[in-house]
């Protein structure tokens, strides 16, 4: 049964850092693009962020760019995000995802999710 983790969530101060790790389990997805997704009070799940399965490629939601790095460790089979510079609008549920590349995480096709971890950013 595959499963994805989400951990690091928390409360953080507006400036602050987080970083968020995805454990996967049930089977290996270095083939696979994995990704980052939010889910603010209110509004639709959105795209983050997108890495490819050698790690080089990536993508990231413009409002993020340039605070958030997207990274994955093919050998344990997980993905993080490191979150610099956070914003109160960056509050919300974070889940990890994988799909077959990157393009179709970008366009919120996943085959996988996880159950997500909340990130409060306070003013």
């Known amino acids: 049964q595959v499963q994805l983790v989400e951990s690091g969530g928390g409360l953080v101060q507006a400036g602050g850092s987080l970083r968020l790790s995805c454990a996967a389990s049930?089977?290996?997805?270095?083939?696979?693009?994995m990704g980052w997704f939010r889910q603010a009070p209110g509004k639709e799940r959105e795209f983050v962020a997108a890495i490819g399965w050698s790690g080089t490629s990536t993508n990231y939601e413009d409002s993020v760019k340039g605070r958030f790095t997207i990274s994955r460790d093919n050998a344990k089979n997980t993905v993080s995000l490191q979150m610099n510079s956070l914003k109160p609008e960056d509050t919300a549920v974070y889940y990890c995802a994988v799909g077959l590349s990157i393009w179709t995480l970008t366009l919120n096709r996943a085959d996988y999710w996880g159950k997500g971890t909340l990130v409060t950013v306070s003013s």
């Open positions: 049930g089977r290996t997805f270095a083939s696979n693009a």
